[in-house]
Nanobody, 120 residues
Framework: QVQLVESGGGLVQPGGSLRLSCVASGSIFSINAVGWYRQAPGKQREYVASISNIGATAYADSVRGRFTISRDNTRTTVYLQMNSLKPEDTATYYC??????????????WGQGTQVTVSS
């Protein structure tokens, strides 16, 4: 199994920056991809960005050019660098990992979430 813990959220002014971290433990090398999602109160959870096990990245249109997803060389941590933050970026941010299990079955794990608030 894979366990995920997010951190790095907080309160920031519009135009500011934050870096979120997602630390993975367990069967780390069974992970196919890691994604960041966010959910504001009363809204659906939405995709933000993702990185595959070969390092390919993808972004939602709403954050492309402002956010950057990356990972460390140990593959234990995935980061989300958020620049030029807007009030509409306010949400709880969640880390998700898709990984391989027994008999090539696919599973996913979610972290507990970290709150990001963009306000003046």
């Amino acid at each position: 199994q894979v366990q995920l813990v997010e951190s790095g959220g907080g309160l920031v002014q519009p135009g500011g920056s934050l870096r979120l971290s997602c630390v993975a433990s367990g069967s780390i090398f069974s992970i196919n991809a890691v994604g960041w999602y966010r959910q504001a109160p009363g809204k659906q959870r939405e995709y933000v960005a993702s990185i595959s096990n070969i390092g390919a990245t993808a972004y939602a249109d709403s954050v492309r050019g402002r956010f950057t997803i990356s990972r460390d060389n140990t593959r234990t941590t995935v980061y989300l660098q958020m620049n030029s933050l807007k009030p509409e970026d306010t949400a709880t941010y969640y880390c998700n990992a898709v990984y391989r299990g027994t008999n090539s079955r696919s599973f996913n794990s979610w972290g507990q979430g970290t709150q990001v608030t963009v306000s003046s």
